[in-house]
């Protein structure tokens, strides 16, 4: 089992990569694409195909068997199981778990806390299956997502949601269990952002707000839903 890493990569001290898997019969290289910028204490096991410009927080954890696309991102102390496919450009904070045979699609945003489930009963291997998080969906902060569902194209799950059932595309859900709320386009932001970090990390910095007037005050009532 070898480790193939990419061109312009940097890897910091305490990396380890194509860690063996515990897992019988489980055999592979370790590839990383080029630009990576993999931080201390991350792990990333044998088998595992991951593409362009990976970044890492510290210590990530990528399990065997995995497939990530390229321009995605790991934060501090998430772990991404064995058997799952992301897709490109997707965004994974920090302290979130993604159980085994889940499927992200493209430009996905997982926000700090989110656990994935992937069992419906402990413990049965023979319906083992995680969730389907399809392009461009959001999901809060420390939202726990059951098994078997799909999250639809473009949906947003809000904070603290434990999501129990599909959620169509397009549209906002939140509670526990987890309930429409409406259209996502219903939903006001006070910066003007729909989808993370398309438009810069730091809104403070942005001066088209800062110039004219001071930052809104923290939103204490529910999001406003256009009629």
Not at 3 to 28: E, K
Not at 44 to 72: K, L, P, Q, W
Not at 113 to 123: F, K, L, M, Q, S
Request: aromatic share 4%; proline share 9%.
């Amino acid at each position: 089992m070898d480790v193939h890493l990419g061109d312009g990569s940097v890897i910091d001290p305490g990396v380890l990569l194509g860690y063996p898997s515990g897992r019988p019969g489980v055999t592979g290289d370790t590839r990383v694409g080029p630009g990576a910028r993999i931080r201390s204490g991350t792990i990333i096991y044998a088998a595992v195909e991951i593409g362009d410009v990976f970044e890492t927080g510290h210590h990530a954890i990528v399990r065997e068997e995995n497939r990530i696309g390229s321009h995605c991102a790991l934060w501090n102390n998430s772990t991404i199981d064995y058997g799952c496919v992301i897709g490109d450009r997707v965004k994974i904070h920090c302290n979130v778990y993604i159980a085994q045979f889940t499927v992200i699609e493209d430009d996905v945003f997982l926000a700090p806390g989110v656990t994935i489930a992937n069992d419906p009963h402990p413990i049965c291997g023979k319906c083992m299956q995680g969730p389907t998080i399809r392009r461009g969906a959001r999901v809060g902060v420390n939202v726990t997502l059951l098994p078997l569902i799909t999250i639809g194209e473009n949906a947003l799950v809000g904070a603290g949601s434990v999501v129990t059932a599909d959620v169509a595309p397009g549209m906002l859900v939140a509670g526990s269990p987890a309930r429409v709320i409406g259209p996502v386009d219903s939903v006001e932001c006070p910066f003007g952002i729909v989808i993370p970090y398309e438009q810069g990390l730091d809104v403070r910095r942005r001066p088209e707000w800062t110039a004219v007037a001071p930052l809104p005050r923290p939103i204490t009532r529910p999001p406003k839903i256009r009629r």
